[in-house]
């Protein structure tokens, strides 16, 4: 006779079962791993704590525009002057959905602002200098692809990349091959 089993008593004794490993395992932490490198021997290669060559000059110079602090990024910066002209007439851009639809409501708001409140606004948020118009920076809102946004794209990367004499502009402070921030002194 034969016997059945029901499926919850086979999946039982199936869990049941001892695991069998298929040998001794030696297994390193970490700190052993990085002790043991440290000791210029890297016993085992498997570890998650290895030896990395250096990198290449190249490679050095992409991590450096990258991860730079001194690098500019326009649109964060554009992102910025958004937010602060909604600040300013009092015009919460989480309110909204999406930037175009931010930018509608500033328009609106805008339009019962006095010139010389508008031109308040232009010099608090520095438009003045970049010779920007709120107008153009709201348009950019309503219009991310548009004309407007081209135009305040390329007067923040001529404001921040340029100085008075139109010359690019030399970082002060510079990291050296080490690493290690100096301060360059340009006269």
Known sequence: MTSVFSASKVALQVLQQPVVLSGPAKKTSVADAIVSIANGNPANKSSDAQVGSQPTKAQSKVSDDIFSVNSVDITKIKLNL????????????????????????????????????LQEVAHKLGLDKMGVS??????????PN???????????????????????????????DTGIYTINRTE
């Open 134 to 143: 709120i107008q153009t920076l709201v348009q950019s809102m309503v219009d």
């Open 146 to 176: 548009g004309k407007a946004n081209e135009t305040l794209t390329k007067a923040l990367e001529a404001y921040y990349n340029k100085d008075s004499d139109g010359k690019d502009k030399q970082l002060l402070v510079k990291p050296d």
């Open 82 to 117: 958004y937010k602060r002209l909604g600040q300013e007439i009092g015009i919460n851009e989480d309110d909204y959905d999406t930037l175009p639809e931010y930018g509608e409501a500033i328009a609106r708001q805008l339009e019962h602002v006095s010139p010389a409140a």
